[in-house]
Structure formats: C-alpha cells, structure tokens
C-alpha cells in the first residue's frame, strides 16, 4: 500500500481531535466535582437541592425507593410526594399559597390535582393544592420531622420518576393517621432564603448548583494544526455578574474556591499520557501499513507538541486543553 | 521528611516580605486567600490554586501555582504593586523547607473588574499566577 502522506496527517488529526475531545471531557467533570456548591442543608450535605417545578402525579410501587422500603418497614405508607418534570416558569415561580397537597388515587396511582398545561407549560392549582415556596428541595438523603411521627429519612430523589423532581412534601399514614413533613426542616437559614427568594434557581428549576451546573466544555477546534477547546463556567447573579470568575480567583474579602485550573492541572498528565497514545496509534497504524512511511518520515520533520496549558480570562473563566 | 505544599506558601510571602520596596507600600499587608474588613488598601493576597505531586524514582516534583493580587482604590496602584510583586517572584530563587526551589516564574496575569467594597469605594484588583516547582527526595 502506497503511503499517503495527507491521509497520516488526517489521521494524527483525527487521533489528536479524540485524545482532545477525551481530556475535555474528564476537566469538566473533575471542575464540576469541585465547583463550589452553596451549602444549604444541615449536616455535611453539599448537594444542591432541585426545585420542583411542574408538578405530575406519580406512580409510587413497592420496588421504589428506600423511602418507601422504610415506610413499608415501619409500618407507615407514604402517600404522597408530589413530582414534577424539572422545568421552571415564571408562573410557578411566583405562586404563593398554602402548602398543603392532598391527593387522589386513581388504580394505585397517586395524581395531584395540580396539573400542568401541556401547551403553555403553565400550572393550574387548586386553591389547596398552591406551593407554598418558590423552589423545593428533594435531592437529599434527608432526616425530616414529620408532624405526628417524628423524624422520617430516607431517599426521596428516588421516589421519582427518571426526568421527573420530587418536591418537598411527604404525606405519611400510621395506625390510620395522615400525617406530613417538609423537607425544608433540613435546610440551613441560607437554604430556608434560597427556597424563598428562588436566587439561585437555574433553568432547570434547580436550586443550588448553578455554577456546577454551567460548567461546560467547547470544542475540540482545529486551527492551522491546532487542536484546542475549552472548559468554561459562567454563573450570574440578578445582578449580572458572573461569579464564577470572583469564585475561581477571589476578591478582596471573599476567599478563592478554585476549581477550573486545579481541575485541568491535576488531570495534566493523565492527559497528556492519551495525547501521546493517539498519537502512538496514529504513527503505529502508518508504520504497518504503509510501505514508503519511512521515506516519507526521513523527508518530513515532523514535529509534534502536546501542551497542557491553562488559561483565565476575565468574565468567562475557561481552561483550556490544547496539543498541537 | 517530605514537605507538603505549606513551606512553599512561606517562602512565596518570605520573598515578599523581605523586598523593601514592596513592603512599604502595601499599607494593609500580605493576607491568605483575603483580607479582613476594614484592611487599609493597597494589600496583597495570595492563594494557593492547586499543587499536585509527581512521584518519580524516590522523589516528589510539586508544581504549585498561587495567584497573588495587588488590591488599591485606584487601578496605577494596583498596578504598581503588582509589578512590584513581580519583581520579586517572577524568577526569585525560593527558600523551601525540606525543598528545592527549581523555578518561580509568573504564567498568567489575572486582571479582575473593579468591584465595590462594603463602603461602595471602588476597588482595583490586578495579579497573576506563579507557578513553583520543587524537588524533594523521598
């Protein structure tokens, strides 16, 4: 087989493009495992909590969740978490009322009457049904006191459905007695303001975890036998400051919480270690099959960097991978 | 014994410490991560971003980097002392505890918006990244 030159440098391309494409991918995760997230229940829990937004009814069986195992083994049955699919209008944001949420059985399924119009995405409640706060917790493995039972854990994320947040609500039934809790029992202060004031909702109708949530990657780009990208957060308050960039490098009076380039120079080497075995795959895969590579390699300097570098810029904050 | 990253962070406000220049004109000092309320400006601060180990054939590379920030009420002082800053770090043979310095050399500069502080006056914050590398026998 005849060597062509243009097909090995796509190749290295190409090897280079993966190998990039991979190292973006395990940044972002390790900038999203250690991006500040605002601590807002008690005790050591640092998981942001997600704000329920529609609200569906909810299939509950024996087989889901420990929250239910535990009320099956306690002699309680849950009766109801109110889920809802985690989309955030300004509609629901807004409603004020309440906080009380009976329910309906229909055939084993528990279905509130809060419905959601499909068409707007807006909500329609009965005056008993209206949520009391703007955002709830639920993805917490909570101890929460319950009026009559007292305290009551369990995971209650796994109450719902995949794609669908519980919100904060438990309804309890012992020796014939409905009883309920809040989850906001095990919020701190902070968290009880977040709930209330909805600040740090993101898109998606979360609480907590907006600049975790941002972080992102872009790329891989090629350019002139370049291949770059970047993995980048940007998290805004109301009023449009973007405090990633003040929690990567600090202020003044508010201590640092790096988390972009520790995360991109921790994983350097490992990085580069898959840049290079691309890399050695390429020039290996060139070498058996094609007869004239090494005329081709004693004509041609060909020169191969692989960097590591990290770069801030002001208002974006990114860190960059790049080889060339 | 090995050393962890701490040493460095001394040697790093050492240096800092012991340049004259430097020294008197930051009126609010060196402080770690930030400064208390009421620090009169200019002051430094500095925070070590991150230091991963590299092990090799019984002995351990430690690459820190640390950003270090010059904050004053207007952006020429801030400037000033961070090109004071840079004057001594950028380059500076470190003393490290249990350590080789191998090179302090300054990669990035990091320059902040102007922000309000508690009393609404405008504060300039400019500064870069130092990355120290260190050798150390296991």
Known sequence: MVFDPNVFIEALEQAAESATKAGLAQVTERARHKAPVRRIFKGDRKIAFKGAVGVQGLQLNESKGPAFRYAERSGLSVGLLHSGRAFASPVFRNIESSGRGPVETRGGEFVSRVKVDPKDRTLQLSPEDRIARRGRPNSLRPVIRVEGLGRVTGNFRELSEPGQLAIGMIHARVNGRTARGDLSSALTARGRYEVKTGRALNDEGEIGGKLRDSIHSEGPFVTRGEVYGFVSAAAFNDSGFNYAYAQEIGTGH??????????????????????????????????????????????????????????????????????? | MATTSAPIKRSVVQAMRADVPLKAVIVGGIHESFAPEKVRYPFVTYNLVTAPYGDLWGSRVIVALMDVFAFAENPVDANNVDQLVLNVLDGAALSVDGQSALICKRVADLPGPPSLDSEGKKIYQIGGSYEIWTDQSL
């Open chain 1, 254 to 324: 508010n201590r640092p919480q790096p988390f972009l380039r520790p995360a991109l120079r921790e994983l350097k080497d490992q990085i580069v270690r898959g840049q290079r075995n691309a890399f050695a795959t390429a020039l290996a895969n060139a070498h058996t099959t094609r007869s004239n590579y090494k005329g081709f390699r004693r004509n041609l300097k060909l020169e191969v960097d692989i960097v590591g570098f990290d770069r801030l810029s002001q208002g974006l904050g990114p860190a960059a991978v790049g080889e060339g």
